[in-house]
């Protein structure tokens, strides 16, 4: 059993995380922006939070440097963290605000806080995405973890596009930076993951508060988008499960250490999610696009589409990938209840 410091654990990718990190028998702090967020995660794991192998802490900001200062400090101390709380969103007004700081100082901040309060520490494991690898000037390129998107400071603040870009791929820069100017005792290990689909935990409590990623899919479901389906935009794809598995295994195997994950499933379009929905569940079939105006065909680039290369993640850590169709017939079917409500 390793004590595992968890960031963002009310996030979509941090709850399986979380859940996956119980299941291999791990001990879990997490931290979470209100106490309510917190009572909610230890009310889904009764018997964890009973026997004191799952607890919450309190980050109310991440975007201060110094926010996770009390967080790393443990009894029993922390033998590794992995961090997910970054924000993921299109809608941002300030990007500098909204998702340069928060990502960049929230990534380095962490670092920092480990290595002055937690020298018990062996491992940091961090979500990045992507966002930080792939070129947008080259569609057709196959990808792997030697490849750095090439967003500048100057674009970073122009579109929030733009700016998630660069939120991640400057939080990401600035990881290793840190590792290599200040040899601390720990090792870094990074999952790069595309676009993240697959089922929503129990815990989400109102389809307004859903993934962004998992919306298209909602969309398609509950006829939202019946007269057209939105533009795929990265043909890239990853189920939550083994994304989850992956930031585990990082934390786990030794030899996952000083590595970057590009962690892809496969790719997919939206006209593919539609298809599944309506030959896997009869009963949506009425509210899934079907028109050839609705339902525009794969809608990949003209020139193609990123191609990736993902067996390091299958070779060093042993991620075996879901099908893009198991993905979406669980992710509906966790999503379900909530057309009733």
Known sequence: MTRILLTGGSGFIAAHVLETLLQRGHSVVTTVRTAQKGKHILDAHPQHSRNGTLNFVVVDDIARLTAFDDAVVSDPPFEAVVHTASPYHFKSQDNKKELLEPAINGTVGLLEAVFK???????????????????????????????????????ALVGPANGYRASKTFAERGAWKFVEEKKPNFSLAVCNPPLVLGPVLHYLDSISNLNTSNQRIW??????????????????????????????????????????????????????????????????????PTSEDALKPGDYPAGGSYGFDNSRSKEVLGVQYRSLKETIVDAVKSLQPFEEK
């Open 117 to 155: 309060k937690a020298p018990t520490v062996k491992r940091v494991v961090i979500t990045s995405s992507s966002a930080a690898v792939l070129d947008q000037s080259q569609p057709t390129k196959v990808y792997n973890e030697d490849d750095w998107c090439p967003v500048t400071e100057e674009q």
């Open 219 to 288: 969309a398609i479901m509950s006829g939202a988008a019946k007269k057209s389906v939105p533009p795929t935009g990265n043909h890239l794809f990853v189920d939550v499960r083994d994304l989850a598995l992956g930031h585990a295994l990082a934390v786990e195997k030794p030899e996952a250490g000083g590595k970057r994950f590009f962690m892809v499933g496969g790719k997919f379009s939206n006209k593919e999610i539609a298809e599944i929905v309506a030959d896997s569940f009869p009963e949506l079939k009425d509210k899934v």
